[in-house]
Protein backbone atom coordinates (compact mmCIF):
# COMPACT_ATOMS: atom_id res chain seq x y z
CA UNK A 1 0.00 0.00 0.00
CA UNK A 2 1.18 3.34 -0.67
CA UNK A 3 3.34 5.34 1.98
CA UNK A 4 1.17 8.06 2.40
CA UNK A 5 3.99 11.04 2.22
CA UNK A 6 2.19 13.72 4.67
CA UNK A 7 3.77 11.48 7.29
CA UNK A 8 7.27 13.05 8.50
CA UNK A 9 8.53 11.08 11.16
CA UNK A 10 12.43 11.15 13.24
CA UNK A 11 12.86 7.59 12.81
CA UNK A 12 16.59 9.06 10.86
CA UNK A 13 17.13 10.57 14.13
CA UNK A 14 15.86 7.96 16.24
CA UNK A 15 17.98 5.19 14.54
CA UNK A 16 21.11 7.53 14.92
CA UNK A 17 20.69 8.87 18.74
CA UNK A 18 19.48 6.07 20.74
CA UNK A 19 18.90 8.39 23.86
CA UNK A 20 15.92 9.70 21.41
CA UNK A 21 13.87 6.87 21.37
CA UNK A 22 10.78 8.28 22.99
CA UNK A 23 8.53 5.68 25.08
CA UNK A 24 5.39 4.09 24.28
CA UNK A 25 2.44 3.74 26.14
CA UNK A 26 0.45 0.77 25.09
CA UNK A 27 -3.20 -0.59 26.16
CA UNK A 28 -4.85 -3.58 26.38
CA UNK A 29 -0.79 -4.72 26.93
CA UNK A 30 -1.18 -7.70 29.33
CA UNK A 31 -2.22 -10.15 26.96
CA UNK A 32 -2.71 -10.70 22.88
CA UNK A 33 -1.66 -7.87 20.68
CA UNK A 34 -0.91 -5.31 23.11
CA UNK A 35 1.53 -7.52 25.55
CA UNK A 36 3.34 -8.52 21.51
CA UNK A 37 3.54 -4.84 21.04
CA UNK A 38 5.33 -4.28 24.60
CA UNK A 39 7.70 -7.40 23.72
CA UNK A 40 8.59 -5.94 19.97
CA UNK A 41 8.87 -2.32 21.05
CA UNK A 42 11.27 -3.38 24.07
CA UNK A 43 13.56 -5.18 22.04
CA UNK A 44 13.77 -1.57 19.94
CA UNK A 45 14.58 -0.12 23.34
CA UNK A 46 11.73 2.18 23.50
CA UNK A 47 10.76 2.36 27.68
CA UNK A 48 6.71 1.52 27.80
CA UNK A 49 3.93 2.51 29.83
CA UNK A 50 1.31 -0.75 30.10
CA UNK A 51 -2.20 -0.51 30.50
CA UNK A 52 -4.52 -2.80 31.05
CA UNK A 53 -6.88 -4.30 34.24
CA UNK A 54 -4.88 -7.35 35.06
CA UNK A 55 -1.69 -5.25 37.06
CA UNK A 56 -0.28 -9.02 37.95
CA UNK A 57 0.07 -9.99 34.10
CA UNK A 58 1.34 -6.79 33.50
CA UNK A 59 4.18 -6.79 36.01
CA UNK A 60 4.96 -10.43 35.41
CA UNK A 61 5.45 -9.17 31.40
CA UNK A 62 7.19 -6.07 32.49
CA UNK A 63 9.39 -7.73 35.00
CA UNK A 64 10.30 -10.05 32.24
CA UNK A 65 10.82 -7.49 29.34
CA UNK A 66 12.98 -5.32 32.41
CA UNK A 67 15.31 -8.33 32.23
CA UNK A 68 15.65 -9.37 28.92
CA UNK A 69 15.35 -5.91 27.02
CA UNK A 70 16.80 -3.75 30.01
CA UNK A 71 14.18 -0.99 29.68
CA UNK A 72 12.36 0.74 31.60
CA UNK A 73 8.71 -0.25 32.17
CA UNK A 74 5.56 1.60 34.48
CA UNK A 75 2.62 -0.43 34.64
CA UNK A 76 -0.36 1.55 35.10
CA UNK A 77 -3.91 -0.39 35.65
CA UNK A 78 -6.81 1.04 34.35
CA UNK A 79 -10.60 0.15 33.14
CA UNK A 80 -10.75 2.02 30.33
CA UNK A 81 -14.48 1.91 30.48
CA UNK A 82 -14.80 3.48 33.82
CA UNK A 83 -13.91 7.33 33.66
CA UNK A 84 -12.71 7.53 36.50
CA UNK A 85 -9.53 5.19 35.71
CA UNK A 86 -8.88 6.65 31.93
CA UNK A 87 -8.42 9.93 33.53
CA UNK A 88 -5.52 8.94 35.14
CA UNK A 89 -4.16 7.49 31.60
CA UNK A 90 -5.14 10.73 29.81
CA UNK A 91 -2.77 12.73 32.35
CA UNK A 92 -0.17 10.91 31.88
CA UNK A 93 -0.50 10.84 28.14
CA UNK A 94 -1.24 14.58 28.20
CA UNK A 95 1.74 15.32 31.04
CA UNK A 96 4.52 12.89 30.55
CA UNK A 97 7.17 14.46 27.78
CA UNK A 98 8.87 11.05 27.56
CA UNK A 99 5.84 9.51 26.01
CA UNK A 100 5.91 9.58 22.21
CA UNK A 101 3.75 6.86 21.06
CA UNK A 102 0.32 5.78 21.93
CA UNK A 103 -0.38 2.11 21.07
CA UNK A 104 -4.43 2.03 20.92
CA UNK A 105 -4.98 -1.64 21.09
CA UNK A 106 -6.82 -2.41 23.81
CA UNK A 107 -10.38 -3.90 22.43
CA UNK A 108 -12.89 -6.42 22.81
CA UNK A 109 -15.31 -8.31 20.40
CA UNK A 110 -18.88 -9.20 21.23
CA UNK A 111 -20.94 -12.41 20.80
CA UNK A 112 -23.88 -13.23 19.27
CA UNK A 113 -26.54 -11.70 16.99
CA UNK A 114 -27.58 -8.22 17.01
CA UNK A 115 -30.83 -9.05 18.15
CA UNK A 116 -29.64 -11.02 20.96
CA UNK A 117 -26.79 -8.49 21.71
CA UNK A 118 -28.11 -6.33 25.41
CA UNK A 119 -27.90 -2.46 25.36
CA UNK A 120 -25.61 -2.78 28.65
CA UNK A 121 -23.12 -5.13 26.15
CA UNK A 122 -23.28 -2.81 23.95
CA UNK A 123 -22.58 0.63 25.66
CA UNK A 124 -19.45 -1.52 26.95
CA UNK A 125 -17.96 -2.40 23.48
CA UNK A 126 -18.62 1.16 22.40
CA UNK A 127 -17.11 3.09 25.39
CA UNK A 128 -13.74 0.57 25.18
CA UNK A 129 -13.24 0.49 21.30
CA UNK A 130 -14.59 4.03 20.51
CA UNK A 131 -14.89 6.39 23.69
CA UNK A 132 -11.61 5.24 24.58
CA UNK A 133 -9.89 4.89 21.86
CA UNK A 134 -10.83 8.95 20.76
CA UNK A 135 -10.06 10.60 24.31
CA UNK A 136 -6.35 8.94 24.28
CA UNK A 137 -5.99 10.04 21.05
CA UNK A 138 -7.35 13.51 22.05
CA UNK A 139 -5.32 13.25 25.39
CA UNK A 140 -1.64 12.79 23.49
CA UNK A 141 -2.17 15.02 20.19
CA UNK A 142 -1.93 18.40 21.18
CA UNK A 143 1.38 17.67 22.99
CA UNK A 144 2.82 15.64 19.77
CA UNK A 145 1.81 18.26 17.61
CA UNK A 146 3.30 21.11 19.91
CA UNK A 147 6.51 18.95 19.79
CA UNK A 148 6.32 18.32 16.19
CA UNK A 149 6.73 14.76 16.17
CA UNK A 150 5.43 11.27 17.60
CA UNK A 151 2.78 8.68 16.31
CA UNK A 152 -0.74 6.99 17.18
CA UNK A 153 -1.11 3.20 16.28
CA UNK A 154 -5.07 2.64 16.41
CA UNK A 155 -5.85 -1.49 15.88
CA UNK A 156 -8.59 -1.28 14.02
CA UNK A 157 -9.68 -4.57 11.86
CA UNK A 158 -10.67 -5.87 8.76
CA UNK A 159 -13.91 -6.71 10.37
CA UNK A 160 -14.83 -2.58 10.09
CA UNK A 161 -14.45 -3.15 5.50
CA UNK A 162 -16.58 -6.16 6.11
CA UNK A 163 -20.15 -6.38 7.20
CA UNK A 164 -20.49 -9.56 5.44
CA UNK A 165 -19.26 -10.76 8.30
CA UNK A 166 -22.04 -10.72 10.44
CA UNK A 167 -20.20 -8.85 13.70
CA UNK A 168 -22.07 -5.29 13.01
CA UNK A 169 -21.62 -3.59 16.15
CA UNK A 170 -18.11 -5.33 16.70
CA UNK A 171 -17.14 -4.16 13.02
CA UNK A 172 -18.81 -0.44 13.18
CA UNK A 173 -16.47 0.50 16.24
CA UNK A 174 -14.16 -0.73 14.14
CA UNK A 175 -15.45 1.27 11.04
CA UNK A 176 -14.94 4.21 13.40
CA UNK A 177 -10.90 3.46 14.52
CA UNK A 178 -10.31 3.22 10.87
CA UNK A 179 -11.91 6.76 9.62
CA UNK A 180 -10.58 8.16 12.99
CA UNK A 181 -7.51 7.05 11.92
CA UNK A 182 -7.52 8.37 8.40
CA UNK A 183 -8.82 11.50 9.32
CA UNK A 184 -6.52 12.09 12.07
CA UNK A 185 -3.35 11.38 9.48
CA UNK A 186 -4.58 13.42 7.37
CA UNK A 187 -5.19 16.63 10.38
CA UNK A 188 -1.57 15.62 12.58
CA UNK A 189 0.38 14.42 9.56
CA UNK A 190 1.30 17.75 8.30
CA UNK A 191 2.03 18.79 12.04
CA UNK A 192 4.79 16.04 12.16
CA UNK A 193 2.72 12.99 14.15
CA UNK A 194 2.02 9.28 12.16
CA UNK A 195 -0.89 7.86 12.42
CA UNK A 196 -1.35 4.12 11.92
CA UNK A 197 -4.28 2.07 11.71
CA UNK A 198 -3.63 -1.91 11.44
CA UNK A 199 -6.35 -3.91 10.33
CA UNK A 200 -6.14 -7.74 11.92
CA UNK A 201 -8.09 -10.27 10.81
CA UNK A 202 -8.68 -13.43 13.48
CA UNK A 203 -5.35 -13.66 14.78
CA UNK A 204 -4.86 -16.41 18.02
CA UNK A 205 -5.49 -14.85 21.26
CA UNK A 206 -8.14 -14.72 24.00
CA UNK A 207 -10.65 -12.15 22.36
CA UNK A 208 -12.17 -14.96 20.77
CA UNK A 209 -12.86 -16.70 24.27
CA UNK A 210 -13.35 -13.59 26.22
CA UNK A 211 -16.36 -12.61 23.44
CA UNK A 212 -18.02 -15.93 24.00
CA UNK A 213 -16.88 -17.88 20.78
CA UNK A 214 -17.80 -21.62 20.24
CA UNK A 215 -14.34 -23.07 19.54
CA UNK A 216 -15.39 -25.11 16.91
CA UNK A 217 -16.78 -22.60 14.48
CA UNK A 218 -13.43 -20.42 14.99
CA UNK A 219 -12.14 -19.32 11.87
CA UNK A 220 -8.26 -20.25 10.69
CA UNK A 221 -6.18 -17.74 12.73
CA UNK A 222 -2.92 -15.77 12.08
CA UNK A 223 -0.41 -16.02 15.13
CA UNK A 224 -0.26 -13.11 16.97
CA UNK A 225 3.70 -12.74 16.21
CA UNK A 226 3.34 -12.36 12.79
CA UNK A 227 0.36 -10.31 13.17
CA UNK A 228 2.49 -7.86 14.88
CA UNK A 229 5.90 -8.07 13.17
CA UNK A 230 3.53 -7.51 9.94
CA UNK A 231 2.04 -4.34 11.71
CA UNK A 232 5.48 -2.97 12.62
CA UNK A 233 6.61 -3.49 9.21
CA UNK A 234 3.91 -1.26 8.09
CA UNK A 235 4.91 1.11 11.06
CA UNK A 236 8.21 1.41 9.81
CA UNK A 237 7.31 2.19 6.85
CA UNK A 238 5.06 4.53 7.51
CA UNK A 239 2.04 2.85 6.25
CA UNK A 240 -1.42 5.39 6.64
CA UNK A 241 -3.23 1.63 6.72
CA UNK A 242 -1.61 -1.92 7.51
CA UNK A 243 -3.57 -4.68 6.92
CA UNK A 244 -1.28 -7.84 7.64
CA UNK A 245 -3.45 -10.29 6.04
CA UNK A 246 -4.41 -8.50 2.14
CA UNK A 247 -1.51 -10.29 0.29
CA UNK A 248 -2.57 -7.75 -2.87
CA UNK A 249 -1.97 -4.59 -1.25
CA UNK A 250 -3.08 -2.77 -4.78
CA UNK A 251 -6.64 -4.23 -3.82
CA UNK A 252 -6.87 -1.07 -1.15
CA UNK A 253 -5.33 1.02 -3.18
CA UNK A 254 -8.03 0.65 -5.35
CA UNK A 255 -10.92 0.42 -3.20
CA UNK A 256 -9.64 4.10 -1.25
CA UNK A 257 -9.24 5.76 -5.08
CA UNK A 258 -12.89 4.85 -5.46
CA UNK A 259 -13.65 6.57 -2.11
CA UNK A 260 -11.81 9.12 -3.51
CA UNK A 261 -13.17 9.50 -7.31
CA UNK A 262 -16.56 9.89 -5.32
CA UNK A 263 -15.37 12.99 -3.32
CA UNK A 264 -15.92 15.95 -5.58
CA UNK A 265 -19.51 14.79 -6.58
CA UNK A 266 -20.57 15.47 -2.69
CA UNK A 267 -20.23 19.11 -3.38
CA UNK A 268 -23.67 19.08 -6.13
CA UNK A 269 -25.97 20.80 -4.81
CA UNK A 270 -28.66 19.44 -7.26
CA UNK A 271 -30.31 15.70 -6.48
CA UNK A 272 -28.56 12.83 -8.92
CA UNK A 273 -31.24 12.40 -11.69
CA UNK A 274 -32.05 9.17 -10.41
CA UNK A 275 -34.24 10.98 -7.95
CA UNK A 276 -36.31 12.61 -9.60
CA UNK A 277 -39.68 12.64 -8.91
N1 LIG B 1 -7.67 -11.26 17.86
C1 LIG B 1 -8.26 -10.94 16.71
O1 LIG B 1 -8.67 -11.81 15.92
C2 LIG B 1 -8.37 -9.48 16.33
C3 LIG B 1 -8.69 -9.19 14.99
C4 LIG B 1 -8.85 -7.86 14.63
C5 LIG B 1 -8.65 -6.85 15.55
N2 LIG B 1 -8.35 -7.19 16.86
C6 LIG B 1 -8.21 -6.08 17.81
O2 LIG B 1 -6.94 -6.15 18.43
C7 LIG B 1 -7.00 -5.54 19.71
C8 LIG B 1 -6.34 -6.44 20.73
O3 LIG B 1 -7.10 -7.64 20.78
P1 LIG B 1 -6.49 -9.06 21.18
O4 LIG B 1 -6.87 -9.99 20.10
O5 LIG B 1 -5.09 -8.93 21.60
O6 LIG B 1 -7.46 -9.38 22.42
P2 LIG B 1 -7.16 -9.94 23.88
O7 LIG B 1 -6.12 -11.01 23.82
O8 LIG B 1 -8.50 -10.26 24.44
O9 LIG B 1 -6.53 -8.68 24.63
C9 LIG B 1 -7.31 -7.53 24.88
C10 LIG B 1 -6.52 -6.59 25.76
O10 LIG B 1 -7.34 -5.47 26.09
C11 LIG B 1 -7.41 -5.34 27.51
N3 LIG B 1 -8.71 -4.86 27.91
C12 LIG B 1 -9.92 -5.44 27.71
N4 LIG B 1 -10.90 -4.72 28.28
C13 LIG B 1 -10.29 -3.64 28.86
C14 LIG B 1 -10.74 -2.54 29.62
N5 LIG B 1 -12.06 -2.39 29.92
N6 LIG B 1 -9.85 -1.63 30.06
C15 LIG B 1 -8.52 -1.78 29.79
N7 LIG B 1 -8.03 -2.81 29.07
C16 LIG B 1 -8.90 -3.73 28.62
C17 LIG B 1 -7.15 -6.75 28.05
O11 LIG B 1 -6.55 -6.72 29.32
P3 LIG B 1 -7.30 -6.85 30.74
O12 LIG B 1 -8.29 -7.97 30.65
O13 LIG B 1 -6.15 -7.12 31.69
O14 LIG B 1 -7.92 -5.51 30.98
C18 LIG B 1 -6.10 -7.24 27.07
O15 LIG B 1 -4.83 -6.79 27.44
C19 LIG B 1 -8.48 -5.24 19.97
O16 LIG B 1 -8.74 -3.87 19.70
C20 LIG B 1 -9.18 -6.11 18.95
O17 LIG B 1 -10.44 -5.61 18.60
C21 LIG B 1 -8.19 -8.46 17.26
Redesign the pocket.
Known amino acids: MKRDDHHEYSDELEKSNPMSKPAILI?????????TYADRFARRGHDLVL????AA??EALATRLRAEAGVSIDVLP????RADEIAAVEARLREDDRIGILVN?????LGGRFIDQSADAITQLIT??MT?VTRLASAVAPRLTARGDGAIIN?????GLAPELGMSV?GAT?AFVLFLSQGLALELGPQGVYVQAV??????????G?AGADEATLPP?MD?NDLVDAALAGFDKREGITIPPLHDGSLWDAFNGARQAMLPGFGQTQPAPRYAA
Do not use: F, H, Q
Open positions: TGASTGIGAVARDRMADLTNAGAGLNSISSVVYKLPAATRTELWRMV
